[in-house]
């Protein structure tokens, strides 16, 4: 019956991928895996699921899909089912956290990275799927690494599944030997040429704080408006506060027919998709790197890159994270130069001079040896996929990471002095959220304040919902003195909820953005504050035991379950802003 329904492929002329059509569906026939690299802009994240179903998969089960990130999940799958023209949702469609838009008819399958592995708790064969296709994997993000580790092992029990890992600028070499020598596809990409220049920040006023890298790229873009009369500007951001400052700098120009665009992650689907509109007037897109290879924004012919990217990393020693702001390395800025060129003749302004390009390691380090691996040693002691020592990662882990994170699982009561899960530890691994978190959860339920830690537990596992925009800072700060209890910042959590569901009560969805706006929040965040704070609430009621209190917890229970969680980062405040 799906066989019946196999819609028959067609393939823009135009992509280079196009062009090794019968290449690729050969060695997807006749190998278990293949490696494809493509460079930007050679059509292989749209092009390549519908090649997997021209090959004969998505009839046995379904052809899943990975991307790193939402937005791209999202996106991509809109594409591939107006390119099919079936209808989105039913025979093409995409599952990110909170939302599954898919059907049993379903051919082509788009999720995040983290979706599939969460599913490999329900289905440990990931017996849904025929095919996986594991997209961006240059970008060697901590689930990508397990994801790729995990399929190494499903092979042997699936040796019938077909695996695709496909990329930019990736280590060819590299995945191919992780699958045995596995076939490598080079797709090329893009057709123009693009021309660089190098345009370092004088390290004196950058020193001074005369001149930052927003400053600069403004200039840049300013530059760039007013020596070319079309074609879009990309601008490269490490963070959403540079976002905003670099676009509050170029609004307060007032250019003529010219929009300008954010686009980040945590941005609402339809601002994200202003991004791909079609508009009379020249656009000047500010991004962060999800613009890198996961996006391909239309009409792009010029680029200026930063060359800088906010990083996430963990320190095992003293249970830190911190996200510095660090220089990309060589096959990023690559990437960012690749964004222009696909329509005309590109140019890509580099804000750093080339002996630094040349400095700059080849690729980036793999988070897996920067992350935080409690919650990746919880999930495999759950799965039971034996020592994380001997897991088949692509880059193992560092030993010192490696011990911090059973360590911290230890502290927690989640594993015992034999690396054996607990009952606690089975109920942290059922929980999506960091193992600190879950931890804080579980002790509620003993101190009876399940109700309000479970919220502030949310709000710890997004970012922070209160905005703070450069040019109002000061009205900011008094708007959110309202929420403060001069006790505990966790209380403010408390406060912000209460406040916002208050006004949800009597207002419509306009009117909620206008109260967010009004008080200085993110409509964004505070959506997917109480989107996880459900999804949690959600997987509490099906593991059981767990009661909500109907009456308001005490101070200090609400603590103490906060403090369960947070043992390695209590300190003795001495004075002022001294604690030891």
């Not at 062009?19 to 050969?26: G, N, P, T, V």
């Not at 700060?477 to 949800?504: P, T, V």
Request: proline share 5%.
């Amino acid at each position: 019956k799906r066989r019946a329904h196999v819609p028959e492929p067609h393939y823009p002329p135009s992509l280079p991928i196009a062009d090794r059509r019968a290449e690729i569906l050969r060695a997807i026939r006749d190998n278990p895996v293949v490696i494809i690299a493509g460079e930007t802009g050679s059509g292989k994240t749209t092009q390549l699921p519908k090649m997997c179903l021209e090959a004969g998969c998505g009839v046995r089960g379904k052809i899943a899909v990975t991307q790193p990130r939402r937005v791209a999940a999202l996106s991509i799958a809109r594409r591939i089912a107006e390119e099919l023209e079936l209808e989105y949702g039913r025979h093409i469609g995409s599952k990110i956290r909170f939302r599954d838009q898919t059907s049993p008819e379903t051919f082509i399958k788009v999720m995040t990275d983290g979706m599939l592995l969460a599913e490999t708790q329900s289905d440990r064969d990931l017996s849904e799927y025929d095919a996986i296709v594991v997209d961006e994997a240059h970008e060697r993000s901590l689930n990508i690494d397990f994801l790729i580790g995990y399929l190494r092992l499903l092979r042997q029990r699936r040796p019938e599944l077909k695996i695709i890992i496909t990329s930019a600028t990736i280590d060819t070499e590299t995945f191919s030997n992780a699958f045995d020598g596995a076939p490598i596809i080079e797709v090329s990409g893009r057709v123009y040429p693009v021309e660089v220049h190098y345009k370092p920040l004088d390290e004196g006023q950058q020193d001074s704080g005369e001149c930052t890298y927003i400053d600069a790229a403004a200039d840049a873009v300013d530059e760039l408006l007013k020596a070319s009369r079309q074609g879009d500007i990309l601008v490269f951001m490490p963070s959403e506060r540079d976002i905003r400052e670099t676009r509050d700098k170029i609004e307060r120009r007032r250019y003529s027919q010219t929009e300008i665009l954010p686009l980040f992650g945590r941005l609402s689907a339809a601002d994200q998709q202003r991004v791909f509109a079609q508009q009379d007037q020249r656009r000047v897109v500010i991004a962060t790197n999800i613009a890198e290879t996961s996006l391909t924004i239309p009409n792009i012919r010029y680029v200026v890159d930063t060359g800088l990217a906010r990083v996430s990393r963990y320190n095992p020693r003293t249970h830190t994270q911190r996200l510095p702001i660090e220089a990309i390395a060589q096959s990023s800025a690559e990437q960012r130069k690749g964004r222009c060129g696909r329509v005309a003749d590109g140019t890509c302004i580099r804000l750093y001079d080339e002996k630094d390009f040349l400095s700059r390691p080849e690729f980036a380090q793999p988070e897996i040896q920067r992350a935080n691996l409690a919650e990746v040693i919880l999930r495999m002691i759950d799965l039971k996929l034996g020592d994380i020592e001997r897991f088949p990662f692509i880059d193992p882990p560092q030993k010192g990471a490696i011990a911090g994170g059973f360590q911290l699982l230890h502290a927690l009561g989640a594993i015992d002095e034999h690396r054996r899960l607990t009952e606690r530890g089975r109920d942290m691994a059922r929980l999506p959220i960091d193992p600190t978190v879950s931890r804080m959860i579980l002790q509620a339920r003993d101190e009876h304040a399940l109700s309000e830690v479970l919220i502030i537990a949310s709000a710890i596992s997004v970012q922070d919902p209160r905005d703070r925009p450069l040019e109002e800072q000061e009205a900011a700060d008094q708007m959110h003195r309202r929420f403060r209890d001069e006790r505990s910042d966790f209380i403010a959590y408390l406060n912000i909820w209460n406040a916002y569901h208050k006004q949800m009560e009597k207002a419509s969805q306009n009117q909620m953005r206008k109260f967010c706006k009004a008080h200085y929040l993110s409509y964004v965040r505070m959506r997917e504050w109480r989107d996880i704070h459900a999804q949690i609430h959600q997987t509490l009621r099906e593991i059981g035991r767990f009661s909500f209190n109907r009456e308001h917890a005490e101070y200090d229970a609400i603590h103490r379950a906060v403090l369960t969680g947070l043992l390695g980062n209590i300190a003795q405040k001495k004075e002022g802003n001294i604690y030891r």
